[in-house]
């Protein structure tokens, strides 16, 4: 099992990125999906999470509304779309698998399995 973190970049507040999660070795609805962030001197907080099964989706109320979770089976991959983007929202960003028994646990990284390598988001003027 593999998840491969990409698209993080500069962007202005206000600005939008879209992260990529790339998956290997296994097929997306093996799995839920969740997005964490972690800020320097922060802990890591859950962003949101796509239940790929059944394609619900959860978000934390900081990035309600601004921030969407998509996945594409075809191409085994998840997505996170990143509008009105704010400085409060750089930090590095990672992907990871969570079962889906455990879904109501879905904010804390600690019940994840595995992990991908992170992405640099920077917001800034």
């Known amino acids: 099992v593999q998840l491969q973190a990409s698209g993080g970049g500069l962007a202005q507040p206000g600005g939008s990125l879209r992260l990529s999660c790339a998956a290997s070795?296994?097929?997306?609805?093996?799995?839920?999906i969740g997005w964490f962030r972690q800020a320097p001197g922060k802990q890591r907080e859950g962003v949101s999470l796509?239940?790929?099964?059944?394609?619900?989706?959860y978000y934390a109320d900081s990035v309600k509304g601004r921030f969407t979770v998509s996945s594409d089976s075809a191409k085994n991959t998840v997505y996170l779309q990143m509008n009105n983007l704010k400085p409060d929202d750089t930090a590095v960003y990672y992907c990871?698998?969570?079962?889906?028994?455990?879904?109501?646990?879905?904010?804390?990284?600690?019940?994840?399995?595995?992990w991908g390598q992170g992405t640099l988001v920077t917001v800034s003027s």
């Open positions: 070795g296994f097929t997306l609805t093996s799995y839920a």
């Open positions: 796509i239940n790929t099964s059944d394609g619900s989706t």
């Open positions: 990871a698998t969570l079962s889906h028994q455990l879904l109501s646990l879905w904010k804390f990284p600690r019940w994840y399995d595995y």
